[in-house]
């Protein structure tokens, strides 16, 4: 079991930047990758990108890609999500997860653990 946190969010006017960090605490050891997600209202949720925990490896959603900066700090099990260039189409709740994968190479199974969620809201 992983229990995540997020905190950072609030409200910023466009062109502004914010970063949300997510801690993680529990079985911190077994993550192999965490996610950042968000979920604008009367929107399914997207995923933003991912950082894998072994090498820092990340990949980045298109929409976000260049403005958002996915990090770790291995030491303290925390992961963030630094925001450039805000816009106000940014505006949602943002979501960490973390994903426990077990089983074999050719059969892994994952599981994934949610954060309770941070709004940030964008002004124009």
């Known amino acids: 079991q992983v229990h995540l946190v997020e905190s950072g969010g609030g409200s910023v006017q466009a062109g502004g930047s914010l970063r949300l960090s997510c801690a993680a605490s529990?079985?911190?050891?077994?993550?192999?990758?965490m996610g950042w997600y968000r979920q604008a209202p009367g929107k399914e949720r997207e995923g933003l990108g991912v950082i894998y925990m072994f090498n820092g490896y990340t990949n980045y959603a298109a929409s976000v890609s260049g403005r958002f900066t996915i990090s770790r700090d291995s030491a303290t099990n925390t992961a963030y999500l630094q925001m450039n260039s805000l816009k106000p189409e940014d505006t949602a709740v943002y979501y960490c997860?973390?994903?426990?994968?077990?089983?074999?190479?050719?059969?892994?199974?994952?599981?994934?653990?949610w954060g309770q969620g941070t709004q940030v809201t964008v002004t124009s």
């Open positions: 997860a973390a994903v426990i994968v077990t089983g074999s190479f050719t059969s892994p199974s994952e599981s994934k653990f």
């Open positions: 529990g079985d911190t050891a077994s993550i192999d990758h």
